[in-house]
């Protein structure tokens, strides 16, 4: 950041944001404009003022924060002193009252464009990396259209989506997670890499929102499975996500059994799951996704310059049984990493392009295509050794 830009405040928060492990959008070795115009859109200059004192995470240990404050500060004497001094930091610095202050981070907080833990700790929120503008209703009112027509600048022009989701190195955030059904029975199912065993054993609350890829294509009036897929009510927060949201007035708490049922039902449709790359059982996200507005599906088969990496790949890999297959090609339908093919009105599947997501094997009638246990992309013990590892490999 030169010195003409060391004063302004949006200059601060991006200069604060490329802390994070995947950095933010660049072009040319400089903050792509659009990105810019996009924090400009979501922050107001009132709030620039404070949120530019604002760093990534609230403590050391990132997304697990939560965990380790609420193990910090269990009494609410402790809590509201770190609140206060949080405030008065922030206050000093910028030099308005703590009241005036506070004010101003509960409504960036109420609004999505900050987070904050238990009202005592404000953070940056990375909008680009939660689609946090599409997905909570608030931050949308701000961004709307332009904010979805910057985004597609960014990201897809500007090809950022190279960078979303896996480091310059091939590690992958998120990873595919298919569903027990598309597993045949006799493969070893890994409680962190199937769908249904996640939801068992994740923290509550398990929280149902509006999915942010297929709303912000909606908003450009892009969006292909208008008549396929749901934007309302299709993409899962769960456990520390899930009750941030339910605080902010966010989205609709599931029982486990409707989650369960849910999956299965989004499963039939043909959508596909990710979530972290990680064997931790407290979850954060479970996204449904699409290939035609994914941000993470069309990065690896729709854009000029693919990135395989976008999502780690399942550790099972579909098989068809020949003698079964009734040629029907459903499967080739669903696939949307086109691996399965028709030869002698048999299915085939090209195992150098399957996900292992199971998306074929759900609805096939015959039964005769099936996933079967392939290690072949590592799974990182909890958020802190994968995001530190693609910090890492990003700044070699």
């Known amino acids: 950041m030169n010195s003409a830009n060391h004063h302004d405040p949006y200059e601060r928060i991006l200069e604060n944001m490329r802390q994070y492990p995947n950095d933010i959008p660049m072009v040319n070795g400089g903050v792509s404009e659009a990105f810019r115009a996009y924090i400009q859109l979501l922050f107001t200059p009132e709030e620039a003022q404070v949120a530019q004192y604002l760093k990534l995470r609230p403590i050391p240990g990132g997304r697990v924060a939560q965990w380790v404050l609420n193990r910090l500060f269990r009494t609410r004497f402790i809590q509201k002193a770190a609140m206060r001094q949080s405030i008065r930091t922030v206050s000093l610095k910028i030099g308005r009252s703590a009241g005036e202050t506070r004010s101003i981070l ?12 238990g009202g005592y700790s404000y953070f940056l929120t990375m909008p680009h990396l939660f689609n946090i503008g599409f997905k909570y209703s608030k931050a949308l009112e701000r961004l709307g259209k332009r904010g979805a027509e910057l985004y597609q600048q960014f990201f897809v022009t500007e090809k950022y989506y190279k960078r979303y989701q896996s480091s310059d190195k091939g590690t992958s955030m998120s990873r595919i997670i298919p569903v027990k059904k598309a597993i045949h029975h006799q493969s070893e199912i890994q409680p962190a890499e199937e769908l249904h065993n996640i939801l068992d054993c994740c923290m509550e609350p398990i929280v149902i929102t509006d999915c942010p890829c297929r709303n ?23 456990g520390l996500f899930g ?3 339910l605080r902010r007035g966010e989205g609709r708490r599931l029982e486990r059994q409707e989650a369960h049922d849910m999956v299965d039902r989004f499963a039939a449709l043909g959508l596909i799951f990710t979530t972290e790359n990680t064997r ?12 035609c507005c994914c941000a993470l599906i069309r990065g690896m088969t729709r854009f000029e310059e693919k990135n395989e990496f976008c999502t780690a790949k399942s550790n099972y890999l579909a098989s068809v049984d020949g003698q079964t297959c009734k040629g029907c090609g459903r499967c080739v339908q669903r696939c949307a990493f086109h691996a399965v093919m028709m030869h002698d009105d048999k299915a085939r599947v090209d195992h150098q392009k399957c996900y292992g997501c199971g998306v074929c094997a759900v609805t096939c009638p015959a039964q005769a295509i099936r996933l079967h246990q392939e290690p072949r992309s590592p799974i990182y013990a909890n958020g802190l050794e994968l995001m530190s590892r693609i910090y890492r490999e990003n700044r070699d």
Do not use: A, H, W
């Open 106 to 117: 509960e409504g960036m907080t109420q609004r999505g464009v900050i987070q904050d833990i």
């Open 216 to 238: 912000r294509k909606d908003i450009l009036g892009e969006r292909e499975c208008r008549d396929k897929y749901p934007i309302r009510e299709s993409c899962f927060q769960v």
């Open 243 to 245: 009750e941030y949201f």
């Open 280 to 291: 931790d059982p407290n979850r954060f996200v479970i996204c449904c996704c699409c290939e």
